[in-house]
């Protein structure tokens, strides 16, 4: 829906799924504003890591009624996520995938209910809920006074943050997919090493904490369904019921892990022994050791972090068509 004074911030990451599939949208970008002379918009083309993220930050800091595209991977996404502020009623973002994963908008339809640029810019903003990622955030969950990483889809530690780290240097050879550098990524991996001593703590809804404590390959907290190049880690994820659903992946033997590897893909792991799904509001990891951990493929080394849930913290543009294909269509988000 078109919307007098909301600036429409285009942020184009031209190195996005290995071509030029960003910044082709440039055209597109002013055919429509040159029909729609009343809509301000602007261009901005990053030049480095974290560069989505701060130019998010200068345009928020200018003031005014903004919607963000981020027009990348889903690392793109997750930078100008993070360059903007929770629950800010005034902020959109928006999201036009072209990058090698796309994984966040699989489970709203898929790349290809996102091609339609004009679809994009008029659709409409839903309430959506986000992951905070740090130890600090445990203190309570109305502690909220450092800004953290933050994560629009999926965070986890161990086998799968590993995976996700490795992925980034297979991502960069000639000819490989998103999906091939994940599963390239995944022989890597469990190559070496593997399975972790964890104290893995949950916050359920009702902020009854439950522990679970021994060796896991890994642990994740889900807002959305899909990572690693179409992986469905958490099949019944929904993006705006205001919890998370966390994986949690006990250590097996190297033999069984193509079996449950091939579940775990197709989000068919349900009822299998060495998996277990909780759904809550927040998870503690303390490890002895540093271990990988993976926010929407932000990686870094820790032995202690935590998840949880932030209720409302994005306003989300839609096509209107998807809106309402997954139930988040309401008319009162028309403006």
């Not at 973002?93 to 339609?116: H, K, Q």
């Not at 593997?194 to 809804?205: D, N, R, Y």
């Not at 659903?245 to 022994?273: A, C, E, M, N, T």
């Amino acid at each position: 829906m078109e919307v007098l004074g909301l600036r429409h911030v285009f942020i184009l990451n031209p190195v996005a799924g290995k071509g030029k599939k960003a910044l082709a949208l440039k055209e597109q970008i002013e055919t429509y504003f040159s029909a729609h002379p009343e809509l301000e918009y602007r261009c901005h083309e990053t030049s480095c890591w974290l560069n989505a993220k701060q130019i998010a930050e200068r345009e928020c800091a200018e003031g005014g009624a903004v919607r963000f595209y981020a027009c990348g991977g889903d690392g793109t996404l997750q930078e100008v996520a993070n360059g903007i502020p929770f629950g800010a009623d005034h902020i959109e973002l928006a999201v036009v995938p072209c990058g090698s994963g796309n994984d966040f908008v699989r489970m709203l339809g898929g790349i290809e209910r996102f091609s339609n640029l004009e679809e994009i810019i008029e659709g409409v903003a839903v309430t959506v809920d986000g992951i905070d990622s740090d130890e600090r955030i445990w203190l309570g969950y109305d502690k909220w006074d450092e800004r953290t990483w933050c994560s629009l889809n999926i965070a986890s530690i161990g086998l799968d943050a590993a995976v996700g780290y490795k992925m980034l240097r297979y991502k960069r050879w000639p000819g490989v997919s998103g999906s091939m550098a994940y599963n390239l990524a995944v022989v890597d991996a469990v190559c070496h090493p593997i399975g972790k001593a964890m104290k893995i703590e949950v916050i359920l809804e009702d902020n009854t904490i439950i522990t679970r404590e021994g060796k896991y390959l890994m642990a994740a907290a889900a807002n959305g369904r899909y990572y690693g190049g179409g992986y469905c880690g958490a099949p019944d994820a929904l993006i705006n019921d205001g919890l998370l659903d966390f994986v949690l992946v006990k250590k097996i033997s190297r033999f069984r892990i193509p079996g449950v590897l091939g579940k775990y893909k197709s989000g068919q792991h349900d009822g299998v022994d060495c998996i277990e799904h909780i759904r809550g509001i927040g998870m503690k990891i303390t490890a002895k050791k540093e271990i990988v951990c993976n926010v929407d493929g932000q990686c870094f080394d820790s032995d202690e972090i935590a998840f949880r849930v932030k209720r409302g913290a994005y306003r989300l543009v839609l096509p209107v068509a998807v809106a309402k294909e997954n139930g988040l269509y309401k008319e009162e988000t028309v403006v």
